[in-house]
């Protein structure tokens, strides 16, 4: 018996893991689904963008999923939100995402797993800010979730990222938000799920090789 992935979701679809259906009508409704993230090509961001002073702000919020059609285990929600918060440009140094107290087995599928956050996000610098030790150089950069998966496995995402949008994202320096997601309980949306901003980031490390220099 091989060991179970501590990232999958019980039932129902995936989340950023590997995927488990709810029924076999459900694969083959989505074998023709568009892969939102197949596209070649750069997106939107990806070419050089006019840099502009940002600082680090701290954030805090807690985050529990509900979902009807794809569960997580609490340890896997745990990892793919922290992946999620690092493609947006959350600092990787102090990045803190801790699981909430979970009943059961941290590798098996939970009813309402959820995860408690604290990180820093890059805020444009205030006029009035004379500290300039504190700013950094930033750009809009152009980011697409899920962001690594289509197919079954996007659509599987709908109610993981809908509800990402609203509890988390607010928390980043974001414009241009769209979400494409129709969630319907015990349903995967055959036309696959869809969460792309433009959010302020900077090279982290190119950052971190400046500061190493200076030591």
């Excluded at 697409?144 to 659509?155: C, F, H, M, Q, T």
Aim: hydrophobic share 40%; with cysteine.
């Amino acid at each position: 018996m091989s060991k179970s992935n501590s990232r999958k979701p019980a039932h129902g679809s995936v989340g950023l893991g590997t995927p488990l259906l709810t029924t076999a009508a459900a694969v083959i409704a989505l074998l023709g689904a568009p892969a939102w993230g197949a596209d070649k090509g750069g997106q939107p961001g990806s070419e050089a963008a006019p840099k502009e002073l940002a600082v680090w702000t701290t954030k805090e919020v807690q985050f529990t999923y509900m979902g009807f059609t794809t569960f997580y285990s609490c340890d896997g929600l745990r990892d793919d939100v922290r992946q999620m918060l690092l493609l947006l440009g959350a600092r990787k140094d102090d990045l803190h995402v801790y699981e909430l107290p979970c009943s059961g087995a941290p590798d098996r599928p939970n009813p309402f797993p959820g995860v408690k956050i604290k990180m820093s996000v890059l805020t444009p610098a205030p006029s009035t800010d004379s500290d300039v030790s504190k700013m950094v150089q930033a750009q809009w950069k152009t980011v697409k979730l899920p962001y690594r998966e289509s197919g079954i496995n996007a659509a599987g995402q709908c109610e993981l990222l809908e509800q990402f949008k609203k509890t988390v994202l607010p928390l980043f320096t974001a414009r241009n938000v769209d979400l494409v997601a129709t969630c319907v309980p015990h349903q995967l949306s055959p036309l696959g799920t869809k969460l792309q901003a433009d959010v302020l980031v900077t090279n982290q490390k190119e950052r971190q090789a400046s500061a190493a220099e200076t030591r």
